[in-house]
DNA sequence: GTGAAAGCGCTAACAG
DNA sequence: CTGTTAGCGCTTTCAC
């Protein structure tokens, strides 16, 4: 087989340095190499080009389930970003087991990748450390986990929660519960923060958890300025449709029930519009609804969902830019946090 | 830093056997090797191994958009059984431009790809060959195109086609008009010659496209051996839900009406139900509606949609097992076809 | 059962 | 502006 200089005569730097422009090459040159490469087809070797190099042109992306449909706009969004840069991504599924991801964590360091992105919820930060260790660059999508040689990018749970909250309340609604996922697990916490504040702010006070004692009037709808606040109606459940469907049943079932059911995500929403439905009650007329995430089924529903958009894409386009300012050497301070705003996406279910 | 050879007191010839067993080492050398290597937190460079031995240990996928749900559970079926042979994959996403798959494909080459798993529908036969040129066994997931050198893998969309149609004839429905995609594009041309199928055998006739001439009775709906099935409905529209909305409003508006709608995808039906549930009528009562896919959705809206499953993941493992029959040497033919059967999935809407 | 040496295809350092 | 040389970390002869 014809070697690429032998064609073009020259040696192979010269082939090397007119397809990276590291040094210049005479015009006429050039046009002999490009010639002979189109001539015979050729093509660098990247493994070659990397092992040389110690840069591989590929990130890690680990994740629990590329099937979970905010997965894939996250590695859409970092594509987005990197792709252009010349990364391509591998991809780890974890299934949320530890065993599989640090695995996939070793695996990642094999391959030589040169920076990853890690977007798994219940980490301990140790399980890291391999990885920072062996001078990668990391980037947490999703977590808020503070960790020195780590940069973070997340959404804003706390204030999509409170924007989702203060909707409602502008819309006249005063009795608001929230249909939370087990404590500890994802952006819980946050959210419940976010819907707490928003309703202390409107004068709804602290609020107890599950059935808080009843605090304002009874039920006024279109409530101007008067009407006063309920405290938090929060309920721990699945994040599931039928998790969501126990948590609105459980809060529909109270004495004073909610005129509206915020719920800690699309498919918990889908859950709760189930049994409003079931019960004879309009949504939104008798009952609010409204989700997190804008999934697909959020605009397929009926009443299509009203819903805190998490912009996965976002994020990942984000987070890869954090990676590639690592990457180039543009940032200084060892770890830094960012977050992305949720949107608001109104639909006919609140 | 210290070479492992050095702690180990052996040679790198010795460890590289001890880890990839290609040759018998010692108890007592293999244990020394094993406790260095854990000690030293070595891990081999896959790049170079990858540069030495001309493999890669690497698939690429080329698909339209990882966002679009049906591929990620291709993605995850590949690596199902890609996985655990070793294999990592890389991903590239085309948006259905032959610009970009050109350069995905291109990029697939350069990266030194083991072999290479493709899934995008319309493309010409010519943009796979410089893959195949390059020796890299390729298999299709979803076309339907027979080529030298390609295996194909795709789901049984007539006969998916031809049992949801003997489904609703079953179920008593007689007036079945189908509402499709496109001529050409997508598994159209199949589902549609599946649904023309079962209604000929059912004794309905070949049927003209769109307004086909009335030939029956007017609407037995439990309908036993008796009543006589209409002939194909068939209406050609968009992939979207305001494709399906606009199609079957195409039908109901005809002055003998369908009472069943098989629609070529979940989107499209969800576009049926909104027209149907808009004119009120009753679902499935007065008129019937089906999708193929089984998307996420699909268990989301009212009624619940019954569907022909699109077993995305099925296919990605189906292919992953023939891609690695071809690393492994372990087929012979020039091409093969595989077709893995849809799955009806019966929920509430028909 | 083990080691020494060569070389995969590339790029960086050092000439010229 | 271009070429020669060396070496990235591994696996594979070939030798013992």
Redesign the pocket.
């Given at each position: 087989m014809y070697k690429?200089q032998e064609l073009a005569?020259?040696?192979?730097?010269?082939?090397?340095?007119t397809?990276?422009g590291?040094?210049?090459?005479?015009e006429?040159?050039?046009r002999r190499v490009l010639a002979a490469i189109e001539e015979l087809g050729?093509?660098?070797?990247v493994l070659?080009?990397g092992?040389?190099?110690?840069r591989s042109q590929t990130i890690g992306l680990v994740i629990p389930d590329i099937t979970n449909p905010f997965y894939p706009a996250l590695a859409r969004g970092l594509q987005d970003v990197l792709g252009p840069a010349g990364y391509d991504q591998i991809i780890g599924n974890t299934d949320g087991e530890r065993r599989l991801e640090r695995a996939a964590l070793e695996q990642m360091i094999a391959r030589q990748v040169d920076g990853l992105v890690f977007a798994v919820f219940n980490t301990h930060a140790e399980d890291l450390l391999p990885v920072i260790d062996a001078g990668i660059p990391v980037v947490r999508l999703g977590g808020r986990l503070v960790q020195r040689g780590v940069d973070v990018v997340h959404s804003d749970d706390e204030g999509g929660a409170r924007e989702a909250t203060r909707y409602l309340l502008e819309r006249g609604y005063r009795r608001i519960g929230f249909v939370c996922g087990p404590a500890g697990e994802g952006p819980a916490a946050e959210r419940v923060a976010g819907y707490r504040t928003a309703l202390a702010d409107a004068g709804g006070g602290e609020g107890a958890p599950v059935a808080g004692h009843a605090g304002g009037c009874d039920g006024a709808v279109v409530g101007g300025a008067g009407a006063e606040v309920r405290p938090g109606l929060v309920v721990r459940t699945h994040f599931s449709r039928q998790g969501g469907a126990e948590g609105a049943a459980r809060l529909l079932d109270l004495p004073e029930p909610p005129d509206a059911l915020l719920c800690a995500n699309d498919v918990m929403a889908i859950g709760a519009l189930d049994v409003a439905l079931e019960r004879g009650l309009r949504v939104p007329g008798d009952v609010a609804i409204m989700g997190f995430d804008d999934i697909e089924a959020a605009s397929m529903v009926t009443p299509r969902l009203t819903t805190m958009a998490n912009p996965a894409r976002e994020i990942g386009r984000a987070g890869a830019r954090r990676l590639l300012d690592r990457l180039e050497g543009r940032v200084a301070e060892p770890s830094s946090e960012m977050v992305i705003p949720s949107r608001l996406v109104r639909r006919e279910s609140a």
């Open positions: 690429r005569q020259v040696s192979a730097t010269t082939v090397s340095h397809l990276n590291r040094r210049p090459v005479a006429q040159t050039r050729y093509r660098p070797n070659a080009r092992l040389r190099t110690s």
